[in-house]
Each structure stands twice: as C-alpha cells, then as structure tokens.
C-alpha cells in the first residue's frame, strides 16, 4: 500500500527549538496537496487484459527466458558421471520394465508394431511433460532470493523448465529412429505433423506448470502430491496401452484430456507413419490455449504477493 502523507501533518509536529516561541513552520501549501487521497496497491485483475499486459512484459524480458533456459541444460546433468546419458536411460529403463510386463505377464494389442516401439512412442512425449511440470513447479520456491530483491516477469523460472525437457525429447527421439531402423519401420513425410502436436504438448504443459507453480507457493502440498499424481496420470492415458482399448462410447469423454489424444497422435505419426486425427488434435489444441490463457491470468493475478508468503 503506498501511503501519502500532506506536509501540513508534518509541519503541525514541528514547533521553534527555542524556549518562548512558539512560532510554527509554515510550509507552502498547494491546494490539491491538501485533499491528496491514499492509493492502494492491489494485485493484477484475473482478467484477459492482465494476460496481454503479462505477454508484452514477457517478449521485453524475451534474453532472460533465454539465458535462464541455457542456464537449466547447463546444470540439468552437472556433476553427475553419466551426465546427458540419463537422458536415455529414464525411457529405456521404463521401455525394459513394460515391455516384460506387456508381452510376458499380459499381452496388449498393439496394431502390429513391436511392443518396445509402440511404447517408447508414448513414453517420449509423456516423459517431457512430467518432467517438465514436476521440475517447473519447484522452480519458484527454490529461488526465494530473485523473487524478493528484484523484479523481472515471474513465470520466467518455470517456463526456463521446458527448454530442457525439449533437450531430453530430441536425445529420446534420436534413440526412437535408432529403433524404428531396428525394426525396419520407415520414416514417413506425415512426421511434418510431429511438430504441431509438440508444440500444443508444451503449451499444455506450460498451463499445468504455471497454475501449480503460483500454488505450490502458497501450498507446498502440491510439490508432495505431484509424484504420485503423476503416476497415476500416465495410466489414464493410452501410454502403454493403445487408444482402442477404450470403448467407443467412453472416448470423446476419454479425449477431453489433451494429453491422452496428443501421445495417440504423436504415436500414429511417428511410428504408424500415418496422418493424425487432425479433428483430435485441433480440438486438444483449443483446450490446451483455454487452460494456458486462464492459468497465466491466475499466475499473474497473484504474482505480486509471492514475495510476500514465499
């Protein structure tokens, strides 16, 4: 709250040091001065026009999301022996481990591709979702000092996240080619199509990183639940299973989670070497951009009191 204080407050407090006069200070007075009001400072309105002002605040701040990014690669794999190899060892490992359960334990109708392909194909891009949001949602808390002693645009520190799970999505998708080349399953032009559906995957993902970030500030409950929620996310989802297995009349409801006709597609484009269901994939494009612009609304509304309750 800034506070405003008329100079005739303070010179009716300021009387003559010597004894006997009893003499005031008379400041010049002007007339407005003398009815100025008090201003209240309040947060951001949750409102579309607090989205557009937090836009163009962001594109001027534009280098530091970039040095901020170049900064999580530098430091993501730092001191560790193994370093970029983790990697690939987080979606090989996790390939190994379904693969024995899907087609030694149970079986899982896969359309004909190899189990280890068809699943590899999904964990990719679920794998730097997760990662992204589970990593951006600390990014605030882990930085009290930059939120209370200087200014710059807030949703910097989580978005920097998803430049590094990008990084782990090429390495992954350069292991993916080594074995689609294994499995003789040519490349197709209809993965121009990858590139789309990555681009809504990350704006998604960037929603869901922006509205538990500004709540993990208040309540870092969300950090201890993100794990698990996580976890079971990726069961709702056609990861290591196909979309098929879902009944018909059960899969426009199934789909209204963007994740779930995202993976299928990026999965269909990829490896099936087909064209994606663009009606799917437009439509968890909208939900995607609805989710991005009310959480970046919410993360500014309260950005100006994170300071306060970090």
């Known amino acids: ?42 947060p951001p309105s949750f409102s579309v026009a607090t989205v557009l002002t937090g836009v163009r605040t ?6 530091l999301l970039w040095i901020l990014s170049g900064f999580r690669l530098k430091v993501r794999y730092k001191q560790s022996a ?37 699943v590899l194909s999904a964990l990719l ?28 645009p807030r949703e910097i520190i989580p978005l920097s996240y998803l430049a590094a799970g990008l990084a782990d999505l090429t390495i992954g998708s ?37 509205f538990l970030s500004a709540v993990q500030v208040r309540f870092r409950d969300v950090g201890l639940a993100l794990p698990f929620l996580l976890q079971v996310w990726m069961f709702t989802i056609p990861v290591v299973y196909s979309l098929e297995i879902v009944p018909a009349r059960f899969r426009s409801l199934y789909l209204l989670d963007p994740i779930a006709g995202l993976i299928d597609n990026f999965r269909t484009v990829v490896v099936r070497g087909a064209v994606p269901d663009l009606k799917v994939v437009a439509g968890s494009g909208g939900i995607a951009l609805a989710c991005l612009v009310v959480a970046y609304a919410y993360f500014k509304s309260s950005e100006t009191t994170m300071a306060d309750v970090i």
């Open 125 to 152: 891009p679920w794998i730097f979702f997760s990662s992204s949001i589970s990593n951006a949602v600390h990014g605030l808390v882990l930085y009290p000092n930059l939120l209370t002693k200087m200014y710059f």
């Open 174 to 210: 350069i292991i993916l080619a080594g074995f689609m080349a294994h499995y003789h399953v040519p490349l197709s032009w209809n993965l121009i199509y990858m590139l789309p559906i990555i681009v809504v995957l990350a704006a998604f993902a960037a929603a869901v990183a922006l």
């Open 1 to 42: 709250m800034g506070l405003s204080i008329p100079p005739e407050s303070i010179a009716d407090t300021i009387e003559a040091p010597k004894q006997g006069t009893s003499a005031r200070l008379d400041w010049p007075r002007a007339p407005e001065e003398s009815e100025r009001s008090v201003k209240i400072i309040r």
């Open 58 to 63: 962001l594109a001027q701040y534009s280098d």
């Open 82 to 118: 193994l370093g970029w190899v983790w990697a690939a060892l987080q979606p090989l490992a996790l390939m190994s481990i379904y693969t024995v359960l899907f087609t030694r334990v149970t079986k899982v109708e896969t359309g004909g591709i190899p189990y280890p392909l068809f």
